[in-house]
């Protein structure tokens, strides 16, 4: 499948994943998936805990580099370009495909300076007065800044556990990338947290194509356009998130759903 | 279901009684380590004040013209060189009038220090109108006068045995009785270098000396040691050679300091034929001892960084060095500070390997320098414990109370440093 060029194609793809085999050593994690990333539209990655999900959501921006077992075979294209060719720069990649994790991990420093890091190692701001507009228009769209506007110099580390995921978000948003990979952004987080980066995510995806890792199904359905569920390091069956949930093909799919495996 | 008692179970009284034999185990414990703490202090503290005080003795100096500036210049530096010794010799003269023997003379001129001579120089240099005028001085005593001022007499000791002769004995109560005999505060104590002396001997050429050796190897030890411990823990290989390079240095770490002192003296000296007994030398010497401590507590602090702060910096885009030392590097600051604040009082406390590379040297002057020779703080410790004279005595515990203050006040500011290192998250 090749990326259609028409802008006016809506169904356009800003990442393909083809043939990609993850080992951690011996241990066979990620199997022969084939796997397509949907330009402003979530997709949902689900399944059963190990079953290689989170690696292969790593592999879209090379977070795997640095843990040595690591060995990944196959293609990764963002825009059309092998993200794992010699060529590409991995920190200019990283600032196209941003990241948000599990546990909230705000850099113990000033809320403002959490958000301005990005934007500063990349060169983002001209001046103060950028990187302060920069700092303000993530903390928006994160839907951060009312509650942190009057204390922006206050650690990061102060805020709840919801605010600090939204600071998290802002700080991955400030550096403008194009893909945004979730891991599980809420699986700390309370319902009402949660709910309210749901709806966040929902408004990102005008501007964002998001990939996110979720153990909750109900998540996956409330929010994703796409959804990929895999099983035992295999990528058993994705599709529209509408199909998936009513029409599973697969037996596995079905049992997972329902709830009688995973 | 059978009912339970909530204030009775089988075995409870036990182990209540358990937990407070525990509790008992411990207060005795700290008892015992705070009561030799206290043994420790009062005993070097009662035995180093008296080296706080010296006595003098007020003699009534006449600045003869003819004798400190014969030619009228009035030059300062010519004062400061000129025959004060004289002027005290007359003066004594003239109090003991009777005293005519010359044997019984260098009796009575040995009761002043021969820093008495100096301290007269010393204040022509400073005052040159004081030629040609009779000023009471109080000049330093020698310090077997000083002994007996503090220790008085023992009655029970052969007089054939005493420091002091007995008319020497007499001479001074009559000065005591004019009150021209008193213990002073002794500042040349705190002013002074070594000296053969005791009454003139100082520890300032040592604390100096110590200092700048704790300089040199802080410059060096601190850069090499965080660096080298950023590059094992963040950027090497886990591989064979870097155990192999990670246990050697725990190896490093265990190795006696004299053998360092060893090796510091065959390569900087022998080869790089760096200065001798210079703190140059020493601190060079320190910081190969201190960097192995300096290393293992680095990479400590370094693995003790939350893997998700490296994470999130990764994930911005940040390269490697820029999450090392945007966010790593500062957030285990405060580990790697304490490493090295032990590393230093280890090296601030080491006298064996400063020995090796002559810094055990008799050296008067106080060093300006670290390519001037020098003796540090603990080597000047043990040069005064090794002299005879009664009165190196308390100046030996006096100098142990300097160096145990030298190292509260290093480590208070360590922690205050940290403190505000680790204030900012």
């Known amino acids: ?262 | 279901m059978t009912e339970r008692s909530l204030t009775d179970m089988a075995g409870l009284a036990a182990r209540h009684r358990a937990e407070k034999r525990f509790r008992w185990y411990g207060i005795i414990a700290i008892t015992i380590s705070l009561g030799f703490l206290a043994v420790m202090v009062v005993s070097i503290g009662s035995r180093g004040i008296g080296a706080f005080s010296q006595t003098r003795i007020a003699l009534s100096i006449h600045f003869d013209e003819a004798i400190v500036d014969p030619l009228g210049k009035r030059n300062t530096a010519e004062l400061s060189r000129s025959n004060t010794n004289a002027l005290i010799r007359a003066s004594l003269n003239e109090l003991f009038g009777q005293v005519q023997l010359p044997s019984e003379r260098r009796a009575l001129y040995a009761l002043v220090s021969i820093g008495g001579a100096y301290e007269l120089q010393a204040a022509l240099e400073k005052r040159p109108n004081l030629v040609g005028q009779t000023k009471t001085m109080w000049l330093t005593a020698s310090d077997d006068v000083d002994i007996f001022v503090k220790k008085g007499i023992n009655p029970a000791l052969d007089p054939a045995l005493r420091r002091l002769k007995p008319n020497q004995i007499s001479w001074l109560e009559s000065l005591q009785q004019q009150g021209q005999l008193q213990r002073k505060f002794n500042t040349s104590f705190f002013t002074n270098g070594d000296s053969r002396e005791p009454e003139m001997a100082g520890f300032l050429g040592a604390l100096v000396g110590s200092a700048l050796s704790l300089l040199v190897c802080f410059a060096i030890s601190f850069p090499i040691g965080v660096l080298s411990a950023v590059y094992l823990q963040e950027y090497a290989k886990k591989g064979r050679l870097s155990r192999i390079i990670e246990v050697n240095i725990n190896n490093l770490a265990a190795v006696p300091s004299i053998v360092f002192g060893l090796l510091g003296l065959f390569i900087f000296i022998n080869i790089l034929h760096l200065p001798r007994s210079t703190p140059l030398v020493g601190g060079l010497v320190l910081a190969l001892m201190t960097l192995p401590t300096i290393i293992i507590a680095s990479r400590a602090a370094l693995r003790a960084v939350p893997p998700s702060i490296r994470e999130a910096a990764i994930g911005l885009g940040a390269s490697k060095t820029q999450t090392t030392f945007h966010h790593v590097v500062p957030l285990a600051m405060p580990g790697m500070l304490t490493g090295t604040i032990i590393g230093m009082a280890q090296a601030l406390g080491e006298t064996a390997p400063l020995l090796m590379i002559g810094m055990v040297a008799f050296v008067v002057d106080i060093p300006t320098g670290i390519l001037e020779t020098a003796t540090s703080l603990p080597v000047q410790i043990f040069l005064w414990a090794d002299s005879p004279e009664r009165a190196f005595v308390e100046r030996t515990a006096a100098a142990i109370m300097v160096l145990l203050s030298f190292l509260v006040v290093m480590n208070l500011a360590a922690v205050l440093l940290r403190r505000r290192l680790e204030r900012r998250w």
């Not at chain 1, 990609?20 to 011996?26: L, R, T």
């Not at chain 1, 300076?113 to 990349?122: C, K, L, T």
């Not at chain 1, 359905?221 to 295999?234: K, L, P, V, Y």
């Open chain 1, 1 to 262: 499948m090749k990326k259609p060029k028409k802008k006016s194609d809506v169904v356009e793809n800003v990442m393909t994943v083809r043939n990609v085999d993850v080992f951690y050593g011996s241990n066979h994690a990620v199997k022969d998936v084939s796997l397509d990333i949907r330009k402003n539209q979530i997709t949902a990655l689900i399944g059963p805990s190990g079953c290689g999900k989170s690696t292969l959501l790593r592999c879209l921006n090379r977070m795997n580099d640095n843990i040595e077992i690591c060995k990944i075979t196959g293609e990764v294209k963002y825009d059309g370009q092998d993200i794992y060719d010699k060529n590409v720069d991995v920190v200019a990649l990283r600032a196209r495909i941003g990241m948000v994790f599990q546990k909230p991990n705000p850099f113990p420093k000033s809320i403002y300076d959490n958000v301005a890091y990005g934007p500063r190692i990349h060169r983002l701001a001209e001046n103060k007065q950028q990187l302060d507009d920069i700092v303000e228009n993530s903390l928006k769209k994160a839907g951060l800044f009312a509650e942190v506007a009057d204390r922006l110099a206050d650690p990061g580390t102060g805020l709840s556990g919801g605010q600090q995921q939204r600071l998290c978000i802002a700080r991955a948003i400030a550096v403008e990338p194009e893909v945004i990979l979730m891991d599980e952004p809420c699986s700390a987080l309370d319902p009402i947290a949660t709910a309210v980066i749901e709806e966040l995510m929902e408004d990102m995806r005008l501007n964002y194509s998001i990939v996110i890792v979720t153990h909750s199904m109900q998540q996956a359905a409330r929010i994703s356009q796409r959804t990929a569920f895999f099983h035992m390091g295999e990528l058993v069956e994705q599709g529209a998130t509408s199909k998936i949930f009513t029409l599973p093909k697969d037996e596995r799919t079905k049992s997972y759903i329902t709830g009688r495996i995973g």
